[in-house]
């Protein structure tokens, strides 16, 4: 049973391009969150994807985008790149919005580094 | 509003010693509290959770957790070190039922020989 697979595992990008990374969740599981690990922190929520559609958002800019697909894939969308931006992100899924007896699982996640 | 806050950022401890780590939370509703452990280079796996009921959880790997209303605390704790629990282990909590969740910034835990 594969876990929540992400791509690429690793990217370096320049200021100012845009990028897309890639989540397929955890067979079985409908929903897709995206979290934003930058080095020596703990992980930020950035948004949360449930029928295709952004169900919850964290403080990030509208730089930050994303999609579903109807088979529960998502993509994380960053435009106009910063430094700041440089960090591991995390995709977690999960069955449902509202039960916590469906725990999250994360993938591995994606090291983006802008230079 | 909620927030996580866990106290030492790096904990070390001899093997067969005792482990804890700290967290507290603040949060405006009854919360939902989570423990991660992070290994280099890989994504966070769920150790143990709050969500109702018992106050003392247990977990996987011999973790277990205590939920302290009145101190606003969720300490991990395993009797015995192993070297194998040498991680980052991260404290969450969710006040709502979207399963957002706020992490505090982490402890790296050494474990020595």
């Known amino acids: 049973d594969a876990g929540v697979t992400q791509s690429p595992t690793h990217l370096i990008k320049t200021r100012g391009q845009q990028v897309t990374l890639r989540c397929s969740p955890k067979s079985g599981h409908d929903t897709v969150s995206w979290y934003q690990q930058a080095l020596g922190q703990g992980p930020q929520f950035i948004f949360q994807y449930y029928e295709e559609e952004e169900r919850q958002r964290g403080n990030f800019p509208d730089r930050f985008s994303g999609h579903q697909f109807p088979n529960y894939s998502s993509e994380l969308n960053v435009n106009a790149l910063l430094l700041g931006d440089s960090a591991l992100y995390l995709c977690a899924s999960t069955l449902g919005t509202t039960s916590y007896n469906s725990p999250l699982h994360f993938g591995n996640g994606t090291r983006l580094t802008v230079t | 509003a909620q927030s996580v806050t866990q106290l030492g950022s790096h904990v070390s401890v001899s093997e067969g010693a005792l482990v804890l780590l700290r967290c507290n939370y603040s949060s405006s509703v009854p919360p939902y509290l989570f423990w991660y452990v992070q290994y280099p280079n890989q994504g966070l796996q769920l150790l143990l959770k709050?969500?109702?009921?018992?106050?003392l959880v247990k977990g996987i790997n011999g973790f277990e957790a205590e939920f302290k209303k009145s101190e606003t605390s969720f300490h991990l704790t395993k009797p015995s070190a192993h070297m194998s629990d040498a991680a980052e282990y991260f404290c969450?909590?969710?006040?709502?039922?979207?399963?957002?969740?706020?992490f505090g910034s982490g402890t790296r835990l050494q474990v020595q020989p």
């Open positions: 709050y969500t109702t009921g018992a106050t």
């Open positions: 969450a909590v969710s006040s709502t039922g979207r399963r957002a969740l706020t």
